[in-house]
Each structure stands twice: as structure tokens, then as C-alpha cells.
């Protein structure tokens, strides 16, 4: 069974400040995708990363992938009042021909004016 | 701004009732899924389909649930003799062939069992 574990659970900021939420596992994920989901919606995907060690970034957001693909980081730059939200990361796993995903408990972000 | 489309957006229904969940995946896209969210827990994987079959399943997915795609375009799920424990909120997803994993996710329907 493969299992992503996030921190933190929880994370309460000011507007402006940075933070980093983490996604960990003792599995090999073929990629890693990041979600933002709202309440009563689906998640939204942001960002798909696939190669290890590989750094995306999207306005404020950078993502890592780690070097041996077990885990990943979600950086925000200058956290705004829209960042608020809840963050998934989902791994792919590595066998198989289509690809499940295994989903984290998510990180709820709240940022405060 | 293609993207998956789920109906009923909720169902309400009673306990040992069959229920049919829809989903319009994105046109192009080749792989499917579903996934189910009980309130407050992680988003669980249930099945994936491809070419028209089954390609993997979780333990959750047992014989109260079935896939099909009638048609080119919707994709169901149908739950037989609905339990209590089957509320959640379900999620179907679509992605490309070939290429990085990645899965576009509906809205979902909230699935009330009472």
C-alpha cells in the first residue's frame, strides 16, 4: 500500500508571509500531481511533476519533485487571502496501465489579511 | 476550458436503492475514474477504465459497484443496493493517454444514503 503523508495538517499565516507544505512517502510515485480543492467541490490540479528533482513554478508556487520521487514540496511566495484553501498531493503509482492515484489528507491553508 | 462534468450535482436516496452516477469526461481523453470522498477523509480511488474495460480496482470497488461507458461520451457508475457507509461526495476524472498521469477531476455528486 502506498501512502502519502502531508504537513502540515494545518497552517494558519499573515498575508505576505511564506510557507512550505510536504508531502512524504516511503514510495516510488511515478508522478506527483498537486490539487487545491474548495469544500463540496472537486480538486482542481495545478501542477504535475514527473521527473525527480524536478522544480516547477507557477506565479507564487514552486513545486519539487524529490530526487528519488517519494516526495514533494509546495512552496508559496508572498501568501495572499485567495491562497486560503485546501492542498492535496496525489501520487501516481508506478505499475499498472493506468495510473491511480493515492491521494495525501491535504494541507488547509488559511491566510489571514 | 474543456472539463469533466458530473450529474446530479446531489442524490438523495434510500438505503438498499441502485443509484447512477454520470460524468462526462474531457472529449479526447482515454482513461477514466472514479473516486469517492467520505466527509472529512482522504479521496479514496475506486476503479479506472480503459479501452471499454476495467483496468484496475480498490477493495471498495466490490460487486454493489459497476462502470460503463454507453456511449462515446458519459461514463457511469452505478451502485446496486446502496449502504449507509456509501455517502461520500464522488469524483469522476479523466485523463490523456500516454504521457505524465495527469487526472482533471468533476465537481462531483454528493451521494446521501439514508
Known amino acids: 500500500t502506498q501512502l502519502l503523508e502531508q504537513s502540515p495538517q494545518f497552517l494558519s499565516i499573515q498575508e505576505g508571509e511564506n510557507l512550505t507544505v510536504y508531502c512524504n512517502s516511503s514510495?516510488?510515485?511515478?508522478?506527483l500531481q498537486w490539487y487545491r480543492q474548495e469544500p463540496g467541490e472537486g480538486p482542481v490540479l495545478l501542477v504535475t511533476?514527473?521527473?525527480?528533482?524536478e522544480v516547477k513554478k507557477l506565479k507564487r508556487l514552486t513545486f519539487q519533485f524529490g530526487d528519488a520521487r517519494k516526495d514533494s514540496s509546495l512552496h508559496i511566495t508572498a501568501a495572499q487571502p485567495g491562497d486560503t484553501g485546501l492542498y492535496l498531493c496525489?501520487?501516481?503509482?508506478?505499475?499498472?496501465?493506468?495510473?491511480?492515484?493515492?491521494f495525501g489528507s491535504g494541507t488547509q491553508l488559511t491566510v489571514l489579511p | 476550458e474543456p472539463e469533466v462534468t458530473q450529474t446530479p450535482s446531489h442524490q438523495v436516496t434510500q438505503m438498499g436503492q441502485e443509484v447512477i452516477l454520470r460524468c462526462v469526461p474531457i472529449?479526447?481523453?482515454?482513461?477514466f475514474y472514479w473516486y469517492r470522498q467520505i466527509l472529512g477523509q482522504k479521496v479514496e480511488f475506486l476503479v479506472s477504465?480503459?479501452?471499454?474495460?476495467?483496468?484496475?480496482k480498490s477493495e471498495i470497488f466490490d460487486d454493489q459497484f459497476s462502470v460503463e461507458r454507453p456511449d462515446g461520451s458519459n461514463f457511469t457508475l452505478k451502485i446496486r443496493s446502496t449502504k449507509l457507509e456509501d455517502s461520500a461526495m464522488y469524483f469522476c476524472?479523466?485523463?490523456?493517454?500516454?504521457?505524465?498521469?495527469?487526472?482533471?477531476f468533476g465537481p462531483g455528486t454528493r451521494l446521501t444514503v439514508l
Open positions: 476524472a479523466s485523463g490523456l493517454a500516454g504521457g505524465p498521469e495527469t487526472q482533471y
Open positions: 514510495s516510488v510515485f511515478s508522478s
Open positions: 511533476v514527473v521527473t525527480g528533482g
Open positions: 496525489a501520487g501516481a503509482k508506478t505499475s499498472g496501465s493506468a495510473r491511480q492515484l493515492t
Open positions: 472529449s479526447n481523453h482515454l482513461y
Open positions: 477504465f480503459y479501452n471499454n474495460e476495467i483496468s484496475e
